[in-house]
């Protein structure tokens, strides 16, 4: 499990085993814009202002994931045990 805090929410939430971050978020009242929940479609993608993300989607391409600044939140994950991003 890991942290993500949605800055401009104001809300951290604790992301478990078999729960995607974008799954936690709306559980706690942030609204995440999700279409395909499958890495895919990139409708979810969000900046990563702190922490690093575990890519799991098929929707950044390489260098884009290896910059670390965005994320799919419907599919991956995380690398640090806590995550910033911007929603
Ligand atoms: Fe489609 Fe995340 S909802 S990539």
């Not at 009242?29 to 929940?37: I, L, M, Q, R, T």
């Not at 993608?45 to 390489?62: A, K, M, Q, S, Y």
């Not at 994950?77 to 995550?83: N, T, V």
């Amino acid at each position: 499990a890991f942290e993500v805090e949605a800055a401009a929410s104001g809300v951290t939430v604790r992301v478990e085993e078999g729960m995607s971050i974008a799954q936690a978020l709306k559980a706690a009242g942030v609204k995440v814009d999700v279409s395909c929940e499958e890495g895919v479609c990139g409708t979810c993608i969000c900046d990563v202002l702190e922490g690093t993300p575990d890519h799991r989607d098929h929707f950044l391409n390489d260098e884009e994931k290896a910059d670390n600044d965005q994320m799919a939140v419907c599919c991956s994950r995380a690398k640090s045990e806590r995550l910033v991003i911007d929603l």
